[in-house]
């Protein structure tokens, strides 16, 4: 009797623990986010309302195979380049899941001298600029 009475005290303690405190999943945060919250509106959004995203890319890696230097320019609706330095600039190489460079210029460049292509491909360069949601992609190829 004593073995009974003592199961029934502990599967009710273990049942109130357990639906007073109902476990919270936290989720990863979004692809190419910077780990935080999305910012109250207003906060951090860059002057000129980003619409759209230019860039380029170059080798800079010589001989040694192809080494990109990445350029972009955010823009607004004008065409016109979005001064200072409140954009989320994102750049993803590929076969990469997550970006490898993150930016909070507007307007900038980032050499990757470490990153060599060698095989013969066509290779694509994203850059998202993640407050606007503006993106662009740019491509190399290797012959």
């Not at 095989?119 to 694509?124: D, E, H, I, R, T």
Request: net charge positive.
């Amino acid at each position: 009797m004593k073995h009974r009475v003592g199961a029934v005290v502990v599967s009710a303690a273990v049942a109130m623990a357990v639906g007073a405190a109902p476990a919270q999943a936290r989720f990863a945060p979004p692809l190419g986010d910077f780990g935080s919250q999305a910012p109250p509106p207003g906060k951090l959004a860059p002057r000129g309302s980003v619409t759209k995203v230019v860039a380029a890319v170059r080798n800079i890696g010589g001989s040694g195979g192809y080494a990109p230097l990445v350029s972009w320019s955010a823009r607004n609706a004008k065409g016109a380049a979005v001064p200072g330095n409140r954009c989320r600039i994102e750049v993803t190489f590929p076969g990469q899941r997550w970006p490898m460079y993150p930016s909070t210029a507007c307007q900038g460049s980032a050499a990757f001298p470490n990153r060599r292509y060698t095989v013969p491909a066509k290779y694509p360069i994203t850059v998202v600029e993640r407050t606007s949601g503006a993106f662009t992609t740019v491509t190399f190829e290797i012959g």
